[in-house]
T-cell receptor, first 115, second 115 residues
Framework: QKEVEQNSGPLSVPEGAIASLNCTYS??????FFWYRQYSGKSPELIMF????GDKEDGRFTAQLNKASQYVSLLIRDSQPSDSATYLC???????????????FGTGTQLKVEL | DTAVSQTPKYLVTQMGNDKSIKCEQN?????MYWYKQDSKKFLKIMFS???????INETVPNRFSPKSPDKAHLNLHINSLELGDSAVYFC??????????????FGQGTRLTVV
């Protein structure tokens, strides 16, 4: 079983719709969860992180976490063509003695927002 | 500009050669990482250093040797390059705040092509 799983997509949504991206993880000890956006040929950039159960909203983005179900999602409201990218779910699977974190990434979901 | 910068951006080389990728961050972070992103966009951690000390060493061939002369620099040297080493290599850094909510900032990536 992969540590972090995402549907690779592509997920196609019309402009203005809500895009829903899902992620499951296997390590019950995971404490924090991140969504990164990666445009083609570019580096990943952080959109949001969440570490408490429930919802966290930031502008058009809402992250949802359910630790009991080992599930984290990202909702993008009013989707725009500029949101078309690959969305990477990352899980902090270890807080290491001596500092540092181990971010384990999913394979990403490609989102296409169509006009 | 404050950032994670890595050089070179592109690297094309023949099998069997030895090459290095350099990374520097001026964010004052304690932790630096090397990630490998393959053709399927899977981003996998290779190494992590915290204050110049190796923290994470994933299952990576020993042809790959990281070096951290100080906490702002983490270089990656690869010996005897193989075709399968072709990928995009990302350097990243983070500052551990002790709560697992640390985001990783990524460099622009080095696209390595072995021919």
């Amino acid at each position: 079983q992969k540590e972090v799983e995402q549907n690779s997509g592509p997920l196609s949504v019309p402009e203005g719709a809500i895009a829903s991206l899902n992620c499951t993880y296997s390590d019950r000890g995971s404490q924090s969860f991140f969504w990164y956006r990666q445009y083609s040929g570019k580096s990943p950039e952080l959109i949001m992180f969440i570490y408490s159960n429930g919802d966290k909203e930031d502008g058009r983005f809402t992250a949802q976490l359910n630790k009991a179900s080992q599930y984290v999602s990202l909702l993008i409201r009013d989707s725009q063509p500029s949101d078309s990218a690959t969305y990477l779910c990352a899980v902090n699977s270890a807080i290491l003695t001596g500092g540092g974190n181990k971010l384990t990434f999913g394979t990403g979901t490609q989102l296409k927002v169509e006009l | 500009d404050t950032a994670v910068s890595q050089t070179p951006k592109y690297l094309v080389t023949q099998m069997g050669n030895d090459k290095s990728i350099k990374c520097e961050q001026n964010l004052g972070h304690d932790t630096m990482y090397w990630y490998k992103q393959d053709s399927k966009k899977f981003l996998k951690i290779m190494f992590s250093y915290n204050n110049k000390e190796l923290i994470i060493n994933e299952t990576v061939p020993n042809r790959f040797s990281p070096k951290s002369p100080d906490k702002a620099h983490l270089n990656l040297h690869i010996n005897s390059l193989e075709l399968g080493d072709s990928a995009v290599y990302f350097c990243a850094s983070s500052q551990d705040r002790g709560q697992g909510d640390t985001e990783a900032f990524f460099g622009q990536g080095t696209r390595l092509t072995v021919v």
